[in-house]
């Protein structure tokens, strides 16, 4: 089975949701015990119609099975402060501030003149805002990363440009336009409204500058940075070996059947 396939069947990891995004009175996702995905025409204020769509779905875990990834989570769908400081370890760099949802987001992509929605992945939405200040990042930008649980691989990622129009759709779903086709929306369905609404606060707080968003004010140079001249490096001799090492993230070849990235991105060469 293809991967893109697999993504349009498979069953959304590290939540019990199964739906489609949620109407305006809805409280994130809900439940389905028939693996039913709603799509709704119009995803906008005020909208309530729409159809359902039965959809056959392929689990990683098999019947029964309960998700792992995560014991010290309170609910399955919220993410814990050592899952969250998992993510923030992973994607960590000089010059980045980083944003971690509070729960968990299925990431839809819109097809069709009736903008049915179509679930692509499920994990962890994440805001990268890279400031200008390292020497590998030096132009600010911000990027909106989907991260899987447990792995913190990307399963997705985008840059915000002036042309995305983030915005909010309902209480725990945002739209935006990919940056490589603005053509193309893609809608992100949150497992809480609180979430939801912590990651927008935190999203239009950087997007109201234009230089993250790739906008030029007229008269606004940007500032030259001061050229630093660092002290020399010390000799490996009087380097120590790791100290206060703390291990957050371990992904081995047996987690293949646990994780969605490992069977899709890196699946396991056959002899």
């Known amino acids: 089975m293809s991967a893109m396939s697999y993504m349009n069947t498979r069953r959304r990891l590290g939540s019990m949701s199964e739906s489609a995004p949620p109407s305006e009175s809805s409280e994130g996702t809900n439940s389905s015990e028939n693996n039913e995905i709603i799509m709704n025409s119009e995803w906008s204020h005020g909208s309530q119609s729409g159809g359902v769509v039965s959809a056959g779905v392929n689990s990683l875990y098999s019947e029964g099975d309960t998700d792992t990834i995560s014991t010290d989570t309170a609910s399955n769908n919220i993410l814990s402060d050592y899952e969250r400081g998992q993510v923030e370890s992973f994607f960590g760099g000089l010059g980045t501030e980083i944003f971690v949802s509070s729960a968990l987001a299925n990431l839809y992509e819109g097809s069709g003149k009736d903008n049915d929605w179509h679930l692509i992945f499920t994990g962890i939405p994440v805001i990268l805002y890279d400031k200008g200040s390292a020497r590998a990042r030096s132009i600010p930008r911000v990027t909106l990363v989907l991260a899987e649980r447990g792995s913190c691989f990307a399963l997705w990622s985008d840059r915000i440009d002036n042309l995305s ?17 603005h053509q193309q929306m893609i809608g992100f369905s949150f497992d809480s409204s609180e979430a939801a609404r912590e990651l927008w606060q935190h999203m239009e707080r950087l997007i109201s500058d234009p ?24 000799p490996k001799a009087q380097i120590s070996n790791p100290c206060q090492f703390h291990h957050v993230t371990s992904v081995t070849k047996d987690d293949t059947d646990r994780y969605y990235s490992m069977q899709a991105f890196a699946p396991m060469t056959q002899h």
């Open 211 to 234: 230089e993250n968003i790739g906008v030029s004010m007229p008269g606004r140079k940007k500032q030259k940075q001061k050229r630093i001249k660092h002290a020399p490096l010390p």
């Open 165 to 181: 129009n983030y915005r909010v759709a309902g209480p725990s779903f945002h739209t935006m336009c990919l940056s490589s086709n």
